[in-house]
Nanobody, 123 residues
Framework: EVQFVESGGGLVQVGGSLRLSCAPSVITRDEYAIGWFRQAPGKEREGVSCISASKGYTHYVDSVKGRFTISKINANNTVYLEMNSLKPEDTAVYYC????????????????WGQGTQVTVSS
C-alpha cells in the first residue's frame, strides 16, 4: 500500500493562492502518475490534476485549467499543485495518490487515500 502525505492547505480569500505539496514519490514509470483529487462536503471525490511519473505529462480538469499548475521536482519527486485565482467552489479536502496514466482518474491498486489537506476559500 502506498499512501502519500499532503500539506499546504489553509484558509484563503477569493482570488488568493495556495501551493499544495505531496510527499516524495518513488514511482518513476509513465504508466503511472501522481494525481490530485478533491472532495467537498456532500460531494463525490473528483480528479483535479495529474502528472506522469517519468516524463511529466500533465492533465487538468476543465474547472481548474488555467488556474492550477501541477509540477514535480525531479531531485526528490515531490509533486506540487499551485492554485491561483481560488474560488469558493475550490473549497475541499485535497488528496494526492498514485494513479494510472493517461487514465489518471483511476488510482492504482496499490495506492490508498490519506487524510488530505483542507483548502478553504472564503468570500
Amino acid at each position: 500500500e502506498v499512501q502519500f502525505v499532503e500539506s499546504g492547505g489553509g484558509l484563503v480569500q477569493v482570488g488568493g493562492s495556495l501551493r499544495l505539496s505531496c510527499a516524495p514519490s518513488v514511482i518513476t514509470r509513465d504508466e503511472y502518475a501522481i494525481g490530485w483529487f478533491r472532495q467537498a462536503p456532500g460531494k463525490e471525490r473528483e480528479g483535479v490534476s495529474c502528472i506522469s511519473a517519468s516524463k511529466g505529462y500533465t492533465h487538468y480538469v476543465d474547472s481548474v485549467k488555467g488556474r492550477f499548475t501541477i509540477s514535480k521536482i525531479n531531485a526528490n519527486n515531490t509533486v506540487y499543485l499551485e492554485m491561483n485565482s481560488l474560488k469558493p467552489e475550490d473549497t475541499a479536502v485535497y488528496y494526492c495518490i498514485p494513479t494510472l496514466f493517461p487514465d489518471c482518474d483511476r488510482p492504482t491498486d496499490f495506492g490508498s487515500w490519506g487524510q488530505g489537506t483542507q483548502v478553504t476559500v472564503s468570500s
